[in-house]
């Protein structure tokens, strides 16, 4: 097998790998990227793979922002004392 052939089929498995990641995650996450497809203008069928690993991506992005917001926000009320002073 050559470099370049060998270079398709690493990314062919974990093309299929993302993919597949994708039906193991809980109903929250698979309803908020199917409204983000739905979002993009094009159906999921007309969806290129490079397409879909990129919404999935964006996605887990922003939830990702959106966790570190609120553990920031959690970290700021709990740094406080009772009078509401810091430590």
Not at 2 to 24: F, H, M, P, V, W
Not at 63 to 78: H, K, Q, T, V
């Amino acid at each position: 097998m050559n470099s370049e052939t060998a270079k398709t089929e690493c990314d062919l498995l974990n093309a299929a790998i993302q993919i597949g990641n994708i039906a193991e995650c809980p109903w929250h996450y698979t309803a908020g990227l199917a409204k983000l497809i739905d979002a993009s203008g094009k159906p999921l069928h007309e969806l290129t793979i490079s397409e879909l690993l990129a919404l999935n991506k964006q996605y887990t992005d922003r939830l990702n922002r959106a966790a570190d917001r609120i553990m920031s926000a959690r970290f700021n009320l709990f740094s406080t004392t009772e009078n509401g002073m810091e430590q």
